[in-house]
Structures are given as structure tokens and as C-alpha cells.
């Protein structure tokens, strides 16, 4: 007998039995046995669709599927159970409304928030959390395909959206954190529904859990629910968002908040975030400026220019942008600063020109060109070395207008690597420096003069100033001859040999351990017999270089001179001579050294002597001085 049978059968009954027999069918765990008991409940014979949402939770999921298209028949049955509040089996009505309704149903659900039955209430505020979620979603769904973020609700959301201030006001308090989650999905939109949840809970429940909820909650939503409490007219909520806003530092809060702030159209809400004693939205983005998008950051960039407080103030926050990795960012920046007149100072610019992408640095160059700052050589020179062409034409032009004296004024403050750069690039654009170097090499004063034998030195032009260098040779200061014979090319010059000879005389005994120098560096042997008699010179340090140069020239028996001044019984002898050995380092020279370091009982030398053997090993030795 199959269940057909079996219902053809119970059709023969009265109505009271039948309708007990299908009741105890929808019973069973049989998809057959389920379905057919509903079809004869939902028929025109009996007509008990009561008894079908009764049962709905225990019905198999496909029996739910196949009745699920009876919708329009069944929900309103549910809705009367619903909303008469007194049917002991309302938890199925809202189990079936929560499955079959659609975004509307959720106004229905929300009869069941503070339900007697916790099962009832945990179905309807489920329910209404789904349906609320499925409309954030499609706001999120269009931010996210570029579409405009609606602005309006269908109908069905409409409901959603009451049905969720229900929530926010009824909902249990073990709910509240996941409310206030679901806030931050709809960021500054919620608080036209929740404000009045706020005015009269802050202190317990819900609005307890939303202000602790703002300090951790999704940055992108809590930033502009922050935003909009601290424009709101209302003093106890504008305290509210002032104090999340001076209290988060995270990134993705900080880039919520610049969102939020450039995207108002409000007067009176624009005015206020133009004012920094107003609303302090600028201490939240100020430490994440260099993570900003670039539209964020140049919407940001364009509040602070009109911004009402000091210039000094407003040039201090503009120039956080120089350090954002964005060229185009550092070009707003920099037309930010030009609006300001930069009457702070271009420090935040130099290092922009020092360190910027080259669209950044080209603005900032062009600034500096056009406000003519009292350091813009200074601020221009690290552009002279810049691998973009454009970059390095600009500061070259611009740095040949300045005075040979002016760059003698920085020449102190630079380092090695300015110097150069700087004066070589002056020596290619001024036809005069060369004449003007010469003249400094002619001043009166030792000083000036040695400072032009260093620019000299740097920029590599003594061949070119052969002739007054020679003259420095004999010069009355010491420091100048020192420096001049260490400089000076010599090669081919008979005048240069003459006045080098008079150097090797000087009573400075640097002059002389220079002038020794430069003849080793001429390579001659012809230059031999000057030099041995210095292998006899009073100080040390001209013995020891007049033994290295005539070694370089041929001389091997200047070994035994070396050999002799490490018996010399002045200690700063036998350290020259340790290390003009290191130098030449002939055959069996560190082996020699070696066997000399535990006799000797000067602890310098015996230190050099460790040195310089170490040093023998890596080609390297350093001189005494």
C-alpha cells in the first residue's frame, strides 16, 4: 500500500481525524510522507496552512524548497501568528518568516526582539541582522565598482534600516558589539539613526559599547561616524567624536577621516574642518599622511591651504606631504607651500629636493627659483648629481648665478662630496672662476689663499693654475707650502723642479716630507742625488719618506738606512721606519718586523709594528704623523 493509498484512504475520514493523521505525517522524517501531508493541509478540502507553519523547523529542507513557492499563501498566516504574541508556536512563524520573507520581513522580525521565548528573540534579531547586512552589502558592492554610494533605500531596505533601529534600541546587550560592527558598515549614515540611541543611552548599554566600539571598530566606518559626532550640533556628541578623534593614530582610521573630511558639502560642516581649533581631524591624518592614497592626499592638501589659522601652522601641516612617496602628491604639496609664501622656512623643501621623486623635486627646484630663498644654492646643490637631465640643467643654471665669493662663504660648511660637485660644476658654467681662484691664490691673507688651494685641490685645476701654484711653493706661510706641494703637477716643468728643490730646504718639516713626495711621484731618476741627502734629514717623518721615494726609484739600498733607523734610539725614528718598510715592503720585510716586535721596549713601536704587519697582508699601511 503505498501513501497515495494511504491518503486516498484518509480522504474517507472526517475532517478531525484527518487533519491528526496529517499533522502526526508532518511528523515524520520522510520527504514522501511530509510533502504529501502538506499538499492535503494546503488543499481546498481542509485548508489548515496554520498547521504547516506549525511544523515548518521540523520539515525536511526540500519539502521547505518545494512549499517555499507557496510563499504569498503561507507568510501571511505566519504574520497573524506573529503578531498576536499570545501562540505558544510563534518561534516556527518566525523561522518560516525569517526563510521565506524577503528584506521587508524584516519589520515582521522585529515584533520578536524582545520576545519571552530567548529561542524567538535570537531568530528575530538574527533575522533582521541578516537583512540589514544584505543591504550594506550592496552599498559596499557599488563603492566597490566605482558607482556613487547610494543615497536613497528601495522600500524593502527602508523597513531593513527601521527594523535595525529597533535593534539599537532594544536589542540585548550581549548583541551590542555586533550592532556597533554593523554601524561602521554604514560609517557617517547611521548616525542620523542611532543618535537619539546615543542622547539617551551614552552611559549604559548600547551607547557605552558604541564610544568604546569607536576607538577599535573598522577605521574607513568609525572615522567618518567620528567625523560626523564631532560637527553634530549637539555638545555631548561633538565631545564624543573630538575625543576618538584626538585619540586614533591608525592608518586606516586616519585615511577614513581624510575621506570624510574632504567629501563634506555642508557649509557649515566645511568651515569646521577648514578650522583646526575646531575640529582636531588633522592630529588623527598627520602621522599616516605618507600611507594616504593619492586622491585622499591631495583632497586633504587642499582643506589645509584654505585652512583659517596661522600660515606658520598651515605651512607645518602642508609639509608633511613633501615626505608622502607620490610624486604627484609632492607636486600639490609644493603648490600648497607657494600659496603660503613658505614664510617658515624650506627645510621641508630642501629635503624634498634632496630625496623627492623627480616630479616632486622639479616642482620644489622651480619654488625655490621662483622665491629666490637666501639658501637656495645650498637647497640646489644636491640637484647638480640628480640622474633626471632636467633636474641637473635647472640647478646648473641657477647655481652659476652665484658669486665665486659666495661659494668661498659655504665652502666650510660643506662636506667633501658639496665641495666637489659644487665647484666643478661652478668651473664649467663661469668662464671666470679659474681667474678668480688665481686672485684668491694672490690675496694678502694665508687664509684665503690656502682656501683656494683646497677649491683647487677639489675641482682638480692645477695643471690649469700651474703658474701661480708654483709661486705658493715658497710662500711665507707654512700651511700654503705644505698644501701647495702636494697639489701641484710638476711633471715637464723646469721652473716646478727649481722651486720644488727650495721646498725640500724648508724649515717646516712637513714641506720638506711633501716636497719628497712629489718628486717620487715625478718617477724620474734623474731626481735620485737630490733626494739622498734627506735620508739624513733631522725629523723622522722626511727620513722615512726620502727612503720610500728612492726605493719607488731604484734605490734598494736605502733597506740598509731602514734597517739602521730601527736601531735609532729616538722612538718616532723607528716608527717611521717600521712603517716606510711596511710600504716598500721588500723581501722578507714583515718577517723582519715580526722577529723585532718583542725586543723592542717602546710600546708605540711595538704597536706599529703590529699594525703595519697585519696591514702588509691587506696592502695597506698608514702613514705616521
Not at 525536511?60 to 499563501?73: G, I, K, M, W
Request: net charge neutral.
Amino acid at each position: 500500500m503505498t501513501f497515495a493509498d494511504t491518503l486516498q484512504y484518509l480522504a474517507c475520514l472526517p475532517v478531525a481525524q484527518q487533519v491528526d493523521c496529517l499533522t502526526a505525517a508532518l511528523l515524520e522524517r520522510d520527504e514522501v510522507v511530509q510533502r504529501g501531508a502538506a499538499q492535503v493541509l494546503l488543499g481546498k478540502g481542509i485548508r489548515r496552512p496554520d498547521l504547516v507553519v506549525d511544523h515548518w523547523p521540523g520539515l525536511l529542507p526540500t519539502v521547505q524548497q518545494d512549499l517555499a513557492v507557496l510563499r504569498q499563501e503561507l507568510l501571511p498566516v505566519a504574520r497573524d501568528k506573529i503578531v498576536g504574541g499570545r501562540d505558544a508556536k510563534r518561534l516556527a512563524a518566525f523561522r518560516m518568516v525569517d526563510e521565506l520573507g524577503d528584506t521587508a520581513a524584516a519589520e515582521l522580525l522585529a515584533v520578536g526582539i524582545c520576545d519571552s521565548i530567548a529561542e524567538v528573540a535570537t531568530v528575530a534579531i538574527d533575522g533582521v541582522l541578516r537583512r540589514v547586512r544584505t543591504y550594506a552589502a550592496a552599498r559596499r558592492k557599488a563603492r566597490e565598482s566605482g558607482d556613487a554610494e547610494p543615497v536613497s533605500r528601495d522600500a524593502g531596505q527602508e523597513t531593513a534600516w527601521q527594523a535595525f533601529g529597533s535593534l539599537l534600541r532594544r536589542a540585548p546587550e550581549s548583541r551590542h558589539a555586533e550592532l556597533c560592527a554593523l554601524l561602521f558598515e554604514f560609517g557617517a549614515v547611521s548616525l542620523s539613526l542611532f543618535r537619539s540611541v546615543l542622547l539617551t543611552q551614552r552611559e549604559g548599554g548600547i551607547g557605552r559599547t558604541f564610544v568604546q566600539a569607536l576607538g577599535t571598530g573598522d577605521g574607513i566606518g568609525a572615522a567618518q561616524l567620528a567625523v560626523a559626532l564631532a560637527l553634530d550640533l549637539e555638545p555631548a556628541l561633538q565631545r564624543i567624536g573630538l575625543q576618538v578623534l584626538r585619540e586614533r593614530r591608525d592608518a586606516a582610521f586616519a585615511t577614513g577621516v581624510a575621506r570624510a573630511a574632504t567629501a563634506l558639502t555642508d557649509d557649515r560642516a566645511v568651515a569646521m574642518v577648514r578650522s583646526l581649533r575646531e575640529l582636531p581631524w588633522w592630529g588623527a591624518v598627520q602621522h599616516a599622511v605618507p600611507t594616504l592614497p593619492v586622491a585622499d592626499a591631495t583632497a586633504v592638501l587642499a582643506l589645509l591651504v584654505d585652512a583659517t589659522i596661522a600660515v606658520d601652522l598651515r605651512q607645518a601641516a602642508i609639509e608633511t606631504f613633501c615626505a608622502h612617496p607620490d610624486g604627484n602628491v609632492q607636486v600639490a604639496a609644493v603648490a600648497a607651500l607657494r600659496r603660503t609664501g613658505v614664510v617658515g622656512g624650506f627645510h621641508a623643501v630642501g629635503r624634498l629636493l634632496a630625496g623627492g621623486a623627480a616630479a616632486g623635486q622639479r616642482a620644489a627646484a622651480q619654488l625655490v627659483v621662483d622665491l629666490a630663498p637666501p639658501d637656495r644654492v645650498a637647497l640646489l646643490t644636491p640637484l647638480l648629481g640628480a640622474d633626471d637631465v632636467e633636474l641637473r640643467r635647472l640647478a646648473v643654471r641657477e647655481v652659476s648665478k652665484v658669486s665665486f665669493a659666495r661659494y668661498l662663504d659655504r665652502f666650510d660648511g660643506m662636506d667633501e662630496r658639496q665641495r666637489a660637485v659644487a665647484g666643478k660644476a661652478l668651473a664649467k658654467i663661469d668662464a671666470q672662476m679659474l681667474d678668480r681662484l688665481a686672485g684668491e691664490i694672490g690675496a694678502l691673507d694665508a687664509a684665503r689663499r690656502l682656501k683656494a688651494l683646497q677649491i683647487v685641490d677639489v675641482i682638480g685645476a692645477g695643471q690649469d693654475l700651474r703658474t701661480p701654484l708654483l709661486e705658493l711653493l715658497d710662500d711665507p706661510d707654512r700651511r700654503v707650502r705644505a698644501t701647495a706641494v702636494r697639489i701641484v703637477e710638476l711633471a715637464g716643468s723646469v721652473e716646478g723642479v727649481q722651486v720644488l728643490l727650495g721646498a725640500l730646504g724648508d724649515p717646516d718639516r712637513r714641506v720638506r716630507a711633501n716636497a719628497i713626495e712629489a718628486f717620487e711621484e715625478l718617477d724620474d731618476p734623474r731626481y735620485v742625488k737630490m733626494l739622498q741627502p734627506f735620508l739624513r734629514d733631522p725629523d723622522n717623518r722626511v727620513r722615512a719618506n726620502a727612503a720610500k721615494a728612492l726605493w719607488n726609484l731604484g734605490r734598494t739600498e736605502v733597506r740598509d738606512e731602514l734597517l739602521a733607523m730601527l736601531d735609532d734610539k729616538d722612538e718616532m725614528a723607528r716608527v717611521s721606519a717600521v712603517w716606510a718598510i711596511g710600504e716598500i715592503a721588500f723581501p722578507g720585510a714583515r718577517e723582519l718586523l715580526l722577529a723585532r716586535e718583542d725586543s723592542d721596549r717602546s710600546g708605540k713601536v711595538r704597536a706599529k709594528i703590529r699594525e703595519v704587519t697585519a696591514a702588509m697582508a691587506a696592502g695597506a699601511t698608514e702613514a705616521p704623523r
